[in-house]
Nanobody
């Protein structure tokens, strides 16, 4: 059973935007540190962004300045605002609690993911 549920993906053109959402299958998030990862068409699992309990954020160089991670604690929802999308952003996007589990078990360890397709 997926512990995190992602949504908001879709098919867009280059330069367009999408906002992804991630909610816990339980009542609240189980960890204050949480991030986004993506599985590329080549099946590579890449780090995208994360946010820590004190609000600090990190981004992959490839998405800096275009993507913004945020968390709404009242709504128990994690967001990833993706602007100026490029074809290389195509992939299945997952949220995950622990980066080490992603490295060890793969992008889909915590949830089913949501597909993002960007066409040129």
């Amino acid at each position: 059973e997926a512990q995190l549920v992602e949504s908001g993906g879709g098919s867009v053109q280059t330069g367009e935007s999408l906002r992804l959402s991630c909610t816990p299958s339980g009542r609240v998030f189980e960890s204050p540190d949480i991030g986004w990862y993506r599985q590329t068409p080549a099946h590579k699992c890449e780090f995208v962004s994360l946010i820590t309990s004190d609000g600090k954020t990190q981004y992959a160089d490839s998405v800096k300045g275009r993507f913004t991670i945020s968390q709404d604690n009242a709504e128990n929802t994690l967001y990833l605002q993706m602007n100026s999308l490029k074809p290389e952003d195509t992939g299945v996007y997952y949220c995950a609690y622990d980066r080490r589990t992603v490295v060890r078990y793969g992008c889909d360890y915590w949830g089913q993911g949501t597909q993002v397709t960007v066409s040129s």
